[in-house]
């Protein structure tokens, strides 16, 4: 029975590898949650707003994304988009690096959806008194909006979102699927290489559990600032 080892992490190019695969990670969280908090923003200001086809084609859009795999979703995006794209965009794209593009383009549109509906129901907890008196005011239906009813439900939908967050941040392991060298493909390569199957794996499952963790103390924290009082 072999002993676990640790320090097998060290040799050779491996520390480099890994710092490369966590700096992918990361931006690939940053990005896809960009996208997704800017999407999910969108969809849930359309879902309030008056007009039966726009918020049906954001339950459509929302049942899609909540009911088909993720993985299935970043296939489309990296091996059937781009087939419809004009040559000279694939040529630019994949200069670019489609994998990383396609990929955080996936997760953040699929993220999206979580997110509008953790403000959707945020924003139907606030009074409709409070947008009407916003209006009444002089406020624009969009400025009523950003101005008073979208922060206060952000506030309250933060455990919801902080959840989604850490959510995205387990879905940016699906990329490896379509070759971007984030954490996971990276331990997965190291692994092929050294055959130190536990030592790598458990370092990433102890990446991926210091992080998600971080995530959801820095949630924590923000809920405990942001608490609205009396809620």
């Given amino acids: 029975m072999n002993a676990i080892d640790p320090s097998v992490l060290l040799r050779g190019d491996y520390p480099q590898l890994i710092a490369k695969g966590l700096v992918t990670m990361l931006e690939l969280t940053a990005a896809a949650w960009l996208l997704a908090a800017i999407v999910g923003t969108l969809l849930a200001l359309i879902r ?4 039966r086809a726009a918020q049906g084609f954001v ?6 994304h909540q009911n ?5 979703q970043i296939f489309l995006w990296y091996f059937g988009i781009p087939t419809l794209l004009p040559p000279e965009w694939q040529q630019w794209i994949n200069k670019h690096g489609s994998e990383f593009f396609f990929a955080f383009i996936a997760i953040g549109l699929a993220m999206g959806a979580y ?10 907890s606030i009074p409709k008194s409070q947008l009407e008196a916003a209006r009444a005011l002089g406020l ?6 950003r101005l008073v009813v979208l922060p206060q439900a952000v506030r309250i939908a933060l455990p919801a979102l902080v959840n989604y967050t850490v959510l995205l941040f387990k879905n940016t392991s699906l990329a490896m699927a379509v070759g971007v060298a984030e954490l996971t493909y990276v ?3 190291i692994e092929s290489q050294s055959f130190r199957t536990v030592e790598v794996y458990l370092f990433a499952t102890i990446v991926y559990l210091g992080i998600s963790l971080l995530i959801m103390a820095g949630g924590s924290l923000a809920e405990r600032r942001l608490r609205i009082p009396g809620r």
């Fill in 48 to 51: 309030m707003a008056p007009g």
């Fill in 59 to 64: 339950a459509v859009y929302v049942e899609y």
């Fill in 68 to 72: 088909v795999p993720m993985l299935v």
């Fill in 115 to 124: 997110v509008s509906e953790g403000l959707r129901g945020g924003i139907r």
């Fill in 140 to 145: 624009t239906y969009l400025q009523s909006f």
């Fill in 187 to 189: 331990t997965r390569e």
